[in-house]
């Protein structure tokens, strides 16, 4: 309980965040069901929102939400002393992979979660703020299509995208997630933009 109560104070103070969860999930590996709980509270804001990134479907997050905790679950006799954070991501991501692959044998691609209601609700659901109606729809707009084009990005391009701006990782943790080098993310960031770039001038300046 004394750790418990030196991990509510260290709530605020990064490096000692980090830390705090690399502990805390080493007392549920020894099997204290609390530990997890904690780990779960702290990380389903973050880990929904990159789930809901990768999927646009609601149900498909929820279902990815819940599959990474049981892997993460099954998996935590291989953890070593790393930070917890990029270990959840990574698994998230290779768990999307594998749903994705499975999705595409059964379906066309993405093309029907593109034009769902689901990514254009998001768009309503966060836009706000005071702008003039013509400013809001403008903003709407973008973000619609910005959504709808880094969902179209191939898979080595969109996972790194939706990482660095969505979840805001640094292209070290990408790397670690997707177990390539860093110079590889960096790239393949850079591929996305100037895709994107070309899109949204074709389609905002015509």
Known sequence: ???????????????????????????FIKGDRQA???LVETYKRELFNLCFRLTFNKQDAEDLFQQTWIKATK???RYEHQSF????????????????RQYVKRKKLMKEDFESTSAKDYVL?????????????????IQALLIAN?????QPQKVPMVLYYYQQM??????GVLGVPEGTVKSRINT?????KGVLESELYV
């Open 36 to 38: 997890m709980s904690i």
């Open 192 to 196: 996305a933009k100037k895709k994107l």
């Open 85 to 100: 954070k990029p270990w959840l991501f990574k698994i998230c991501v290779n768990q999307y992979r594998d749903n994705y």
């Open 125 to 141: 659901m966060t836009a706000g703020g005071t702008d003039s109606v013509e400013e809001q729809y403008e903003r709407k707009h």
């Open 75 to 77: 998996n935590a006799s």
């Open 1 to 27: 309980m004394n750790f418990y109560r030196h991990y509510s104070l260290c709530i605020g103070k990064e490096d000692a965040f980090v830390c705090a969860h690399d502990e805390i999930f080493k007392l």
């Open 150 to 154: 880094i969902d179209k990005l191939p």
């Open 170 to 175: 640094k292209y070290s943790d990408i790397a």
